[in-house]
């Protein structure tokens, strides 16, 4: 899984294996270590952050401040998806 960042001890990662067709953008966080698990962010076109799930049942305070660290560097995790994937789309 390619890790984008740390907050932490938390990761911020994509997972490579994301199917067809490819969802929109995405990142996953856990603590530690890649897991099954992990709380799912959506990316949006304007750089923002809409949370899909807390699977990883993240601290409310911790999670507010992983999400705005992952907006002010959007720009870092669209790059790494792009070199991953090769194509992006945004969920809104």
Same mark, same amino acid.
């Given at each position: 899984m390619? &890790?984008?960042?740390?907050v932490? %001890? !938390?990761?911020?990662?994509i997972?490579?294996?994301?199917?067809? *067709?490819?969802e929109?953008?995405?990142?996953h966080?856990?603590e530690?270590? *890649?897991?099954? /698990?992990?709380? =799912?962010?959506?990316? @949006?076109s304007?750089? =923002?952050?809409?949370l899909? /799930?807390?699977? %990883?049942?993240? *601290? @409310? @305070?911790?999670?507010? /401040?992983?999400?705005?660290?992952?907006?002010i560097? %959007?720009?870092?995790?669209? &790059?790494?998806? =792009?070199? @991953?994937?090769g194509?992006?789309k945004? !969920?809104?």
């Amino acid at each position: 899984m390619p &890790q984008v960042f740390s907050v932490g %001890s !938390y990761l911020v990662f994509i997972w490579v294996n994301e199917g067809k *067709p490819l969802e929109p953008i995405h990142v996953h966080i856990s603590e530690k270590r *890649p897991a099954k /698990n992990s709380t =799912k962010v959506w990316i @949006t076109s304007a750089g =923002k952050c809409l949370l899909a /799930n807390n699977d %990883s049942k993240i *601290p @409310t @305070t911790a999670l507010k /401040n992983i999400m705005r660290i992952i907006e002010i560097r %959007s720009f870092e995790i669209i &790059q790494k998806w =792009k070199d @991953t994937f090769g194509e992006i789309k945004f !969920y809104c």
